[in-house]
């Protein structure tokens, strides 16, 4: 029933023995050396979803925000989207099998998901600026061809890019032209319209710095910027042609340590951005004139989207259900702000995109963003639908109609596969025009919360297990009770810990009234890890 070609291949991409894999957060991700029996493999099962799906399946080799050191591989299902849950757990029987074993695993699949072998099967392979990621995409393309697929190489692309084209080519051009030129003429042709009737800008308001993270998105900034007319005048910084791929800049280390990234050129009050390594995520900061740093996180930029939408649904006078999604890392304030303030409902979800994802689907529009600044905005096909009807309707008055016409133009330049940097950053520089709203106001919409995100180090983070959208820990014994005990002591704290699907670290969070009191907190949390969930190394330190 297997092609010959399957053993023979597979010889080699041996796999070393008794290495042990999980499909993470986001697909398999560790040291690139580790990965070419993994990524043949992928090729092999991305084969066996386009048969089953009969439709294009994507596999993009990317380690995202991770050193540079660091690769991995998503699978993206037909309509871009994560693939689906049941073929992550294929993904890791297949990846684990011993080499002598793989046949039998392959097999299995086969059966229980009655696959037709003689099916035509079509993956598309995409990359990132990683060294490693041309040799590790060939073995994807590897196993596509030693299971008679047919695979298209788009060599170097954006994560977002690729989930793009998966929807394009299995909508047969719906969604968009499945090239990269087609993606670029659909997002800067809804920018252009979304931004024409504003008059007057000055070249402060159109310029914006970013900082390309030493990686795929600066090149892809490159190659779009031209399109832009001059309506984006764009600084591009940390554009891989010295620096290192993440290290020191890119949205995760902007976020995460709460600074501006080495490497850009910052001036008090000037819009600043960050991408990370394969450009789906994207945050805004900026120094205000006493030289403090301002970080615009996934959070705000949610607000500030949802905002914009539910003025365009009042001013369009229609009645769509809208949501936000986020996870726990959301900070307190903007779950408060949303709710109370702009009367959206919010749900949280585990970590994760595909999970909020999926969350969002339930909405007529959903807004979702983790912290860290994954996210985008999902229209259901209803919605598109009257907001069509609308646009085109002769009846309605003036108003009525530029409103339905920017949010045809919104989902036009959005990505609503999956959260992309290029995408949310056209989106956001369009509202900022078009509300004529300087960063400095965006940022006062709320006040955040003071927080901290830590690491910790432990022998098997796979002890902790957590419940309740990963806000309460269930095991080991004990520590969601030192948990409670230690957020007591500080005011408008919150802290949980989960183990991160990315890195082999547990992952700390807390949030309280004042930094001194956030900073305080996590490190007491982090030592609790330490002591009950079996840390090791030395004992997490005090932050200075
Ligand atoms: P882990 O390592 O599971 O925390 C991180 C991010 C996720 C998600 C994935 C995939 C945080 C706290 N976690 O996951 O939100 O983006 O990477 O890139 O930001
Ligand atoms: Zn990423």
Redesign the pocket.
């Known amino acids: 029933m297997l092609p010959p070609p399957v053993l023979k291949q597979s010889g080699l991409h041996p796999k070393p023995a008794g290495l042990v894999l999980q499909y ?3 697909g398999f991700r560790t040291n690139a050396k580790k990965l070419d029996h993994i990524m043949f493999r992928m090729g092999l099962l991305a084969t066996l979803r386009s048969r089953k799906t009969k439709a294009t399946i994507g596999v993009m080799v990317t380690a ?2 991770n050193p540079e050191e660091d690769n991995g591989v998503k699978l993206i299902d037909p309509m871009g989207e994560m693939v689906t849950p049941t073929w992550e757990g294929y993904a890791t029987q297949l990846a684990n099998a011993e080499q002598e074993d793989l046949l039998t695993a392959l097999k299995d699949v086969i059966e229980k998901e009655a696959i037709d072998m003689s099916q035509e099967a079509d993956v598309f392979v995409g990359k990132d600026t990683r060294s490693s990621s041309a040799s590790l995409s060939q073995a994807v393309m590897d196993g596509v061809s030693a299971l008679g697929g047919h695979s298209k190489d788009y060599g170097l692309v954006t994560t977002p890019q690729l989930h793009y084209m998966v929807c394009c080519q299995n909508t047969k051009g719906k969604y968009g032209d499945a090239t990269v030129e087609g993606y670029y003429s659909k997002l800067y042709q809804a920018f252009i319209q979304l931004t024409k009737s504003v008059l007057n800008r000055t070249d402060d308001q159109k310029h914006l710095s970013v900082d390309g993270a030493n990686g795929i998105g600066a090149l892809k900034v490159r190659e779009m910027e031209a399109h832009l007319k001059k309506e984006l005048q764009i600084s591009l910084f940390n554009d891989g042609s010295k620096g290192k791929l993440n290290h020191q800049c890119g949205a ?1 280390f902007v ?1 995460v340590q709460q600074k501006p990234p080495t490497g850009v050129e910052m001036n008090p009050g000037e819009r600043c951005c960050s991408f ?1 390594g394969d450009a ?2 994207i945050v805004y900061y900026f120094i205000d004139s006493e030289g403090q740093f301002h970080l615009l996180d996934g959070d705000k930029i949610a607000t500030l989207i949802s905002t914009f939408l539910k003025e365009l649904l009042t001013q369009a006078g229609v009645d769509l259900k809208m949501g936000a999604v986020q ?1 726990a ?1 959301a900070n307190g304030s903007s779950t408060r702000y949303l709710e109370d303030t702009m009367q959206v409902i919010v749900r949280c979800t585990k ?3 595909k999970h909020l994802h999926h969350a969002a689907q339930e909405f007529d529009i959903g807004v979702y963003f ?3 600044g ?1 996210g985008t905005v999902l229209f259901s096909k209803a919605a598109e639908e009257i907001i069509q009807h609308l646009a085109e309707d002769a009846n309605i008055n003036d108003e009525r109609k530029r409103a339905a016409r920017m949010l045809q133009n919104t989902i036009n330049v959005i990505n609503q596969t999956v959260g992309d940097a290029i995408a949310d950053m056209l989106l956001i520089e369009a509202i900022l025009a078009i509300k004529g709203m300087t960063i400095q106001q965006w940022d006062s919409i709320y006040s955040d919360l003071p927080n901290r ?1 830590l690491k910790v180090k432990v022998a098997d983070r796979r002890v902790i297990d957590t419940a309740d959208a990963e806000r309460r820990a269930v095991s080991p014994a004990g520590l969601q009770d030192a948990i409670d005990s230690l957020v007591k002591k500080y005011r408008k704290a919150r802290s949980f810990v ?6 082999d ?1 547990v ?1 700390v ?1 807390a949030e309280a009234e004042t930094q001194e009191s956030a900073d305080d907190l996590a490190h007491k949390v982090s030592l609790a890890v330490y002591r009950l969930a079996g840390g090791v190394g030395g004992e997490p330190k005090q932050l200075l």
């Open positions: 993470g957060t986001a995202s925000h995760d976020k990370d789906d995520r996870t890392y970590t994760g995109v983790e912290a860290n994954h995100q989960r183990p991160s699907g990315t890195e670290v992952r969070y």
